[in-house]
């Protein structure tokens, strides 16, 4: 059976060791990411961006964006989630773009 996914674009300020989510903040909420994340790319609509690429520079950062899968705890409450974290083209920039119920 597959996971109902919510899709999702809000901010969440993330910790990292060496660009691997370790926690996060969300919704007014503390999460401690339980399990090894998974890292993977997804396709941008570049159409639907504001970013652009440098003159005479790739454009590569702007067409995939990396995003991690990871099953985290709410530090106070313990409830577990799983959701999709999306790093945007300035690393400090984070969001929640899904999640999976």
């Not at 660009?19 to 994340?37: H, L, T």
């Amino acid at each position: 059976m597959y996971a109902e996914a919510l899709g999702l674009d809000e901010a969440a300020v993330v910790w990292t060791t060496d660009g691997v989510p370790q926690r996060f903040e969300w919704r007014g909420k503390r999460f401690i990411v339980g399990a090894k994340p998974t890292l993977w790319y997804d396709h941008v609509p570049w159409w639907r961006t504001s970013a652009h690429a440098p003159k005479g520079g790739g454009g590569g950062d702007l067409l995939e964006q990396r995003k991690w899968q990871v099953s985290a705890f709410e530090a106070e409450t313990g409830e577990v989630v799983r959701v999709d974290l999306a790093v945007g083209v300035d690393p400090s920039w984070w969001r929640v773009t899904r999640v999976y119920e």
